[in-house]
């Protein structure tokens, strides 16, 4: 069987695709270059069963119409993950919004023209950004689930980055729901999307670490390099789930048969940066002294006067356990160190 997977590069991705390769799939990733493909296809190791499609920008019309009509056929499943998922830009509409709507419509879009009978389960990589906004996040008395919706507008989505990237993952999966509603009886692909918190874990490639890692794993990175000094952003929690976890449950989501259909939120439960600096300053012996502390063990009240995040629907549907906070954020540091040598 092939698969295609969009954003081939992407930090999540790179797992996805290796797991595809070594459960005996083929796959066909989209990258925006010629000179991205041959990096990936030689750390791959040259694997036969991967191949590659250019796809420059996927907030063109019809950005996906060669991929699809060249290979639409042989796809018998989609994984649509890339989006753009940075907040370096003030140009919120053009390089957020645009990109991940146009993105997820596009690939819909490409099916339905040249695959419709061909490819049977997409999967789009959403977010708990769709799920609910910081605001209501913030709030004791809320307790999201899979049913829950993020009630951002449009408008209010061009206010700043972070508001327009969570609107970007909310309008983009709206989308992909919507797109399946009025296609229904054209194509024959059944949805799942995967809704993952913030998600930390190693680099599927040492040599993938950089001074700045993809923007989950930069706030392990932030910390590895903060000095005592150092102020630790008191406003900023979420919930965490590590890459591996992700990555399987992208993988089980078109293979399981009781998987079409959900939203599956990916969370093991929720931390703030004081829990990274803990679980740091604790294993990791020699770096205590240089980099930030905080106030250990302050998380706790934090953490309790937030809104509940309850996704056992998910967990019970996936069936299996995930991997806690602390091997997430040790394998991340432990890599980081590895490479600089430290
Ligand atoms: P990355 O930034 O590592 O990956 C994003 C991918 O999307 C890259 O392959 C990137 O290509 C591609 N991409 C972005 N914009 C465009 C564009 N305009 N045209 C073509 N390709 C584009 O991030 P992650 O791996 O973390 O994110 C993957 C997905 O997971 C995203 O949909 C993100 O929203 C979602 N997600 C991530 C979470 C996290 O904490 N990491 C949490 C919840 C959801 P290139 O590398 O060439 O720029």
């Known amino acids: 069987k092939t698969i295609f997977v969009s954003g081939a590069t992407g930090f999540i991705a790179l797992y996805v695709v290796n797991d595809l390769l070594q459960s005996g799939y083929k796959v066909i990733g989209s990258v925006r270059s010629q000179d ?29 119409d060669e991929a699809f009509e060249k290979f639409g056929k042989e796809i018998s499943a989609v994984i649509h993950t890339a989006s753009p998922f940075h907040f370096s830009t003030t140009e919120y509409e053009k390089d957020l919004l645009i990109p991940a709507v146009n993105g997820t419509k596009g690939i819909l879009e490409s099916i339905k023209k040249y695959a419709a009978t061909f490819v049977e389960r997409v999967v ?96 392990v990175n932030n910390i590895v390099h903060s000095t005592p000094e150092s102020k630790l952003d008191e406003v900023l929690f979420g919930g965490y789930i590590d890459v591996r976890d992700v990555s399987k449950a992208h993988q089980l989501a078109f293979e399981r048969e009781n998987l079409a259909g959900q939203r599956l939120i990916l969370s093991e439960g929720r931390f703030t940066l004081q829990d990274i600096a803990d679980t740091i300053n604790a294993d990791f012996p020699e770096l205590r002294g240089k980099i930030v502390v905080g106030k250990p063990g302050s998380s706790k009240e934090k953490l309790s006067s937030i809104a509940k995040l309850d996704n056992s629907k998910t967990k019970a549907l996936l069936g299996f356990k995930f991997k806690t906070f602390r091997e997430a954020v040790d394998d991340t540091t432990a890599q980081i160190l590895k490479m600089e040598k430290k």
């Open 36 to 64: 991205k493909a041959d990096r990936l296809s030689k750390q791959f190791k040259y694997n036969q069963n991967l191949s590659f499609v250019i796809v420059p920008d996927i907030a063109k019309a019809g950005a996906f």
């Open 124 to 219: 789009v990589t959403s977010s708990y950004a769709a799920i609910c906004d910081f605001a209501s996040d913030s709030d004791k008395t809320n307790t999201f689930t899979e049913e829950s919706w993020n009630m951002v507008t449009w408008e209010e989505a061009k206010g700043d980055a972070l508001t327009a990237y969570c609107g970007s993952k909310t309008f983009a999966e709206k989308e992909a729901w919507d797109f399946l509603e009025s296609n229904k009886d054209t194509v024959s692909f059944k949805l799942t999307t995967i809704n993952p918190v913030f998600v930390l874990g190693p680099q599927l490639f040492d040599e993938n670490v950089s001074s700045q890692l993809n923007t989950s794993c930069e706030h």
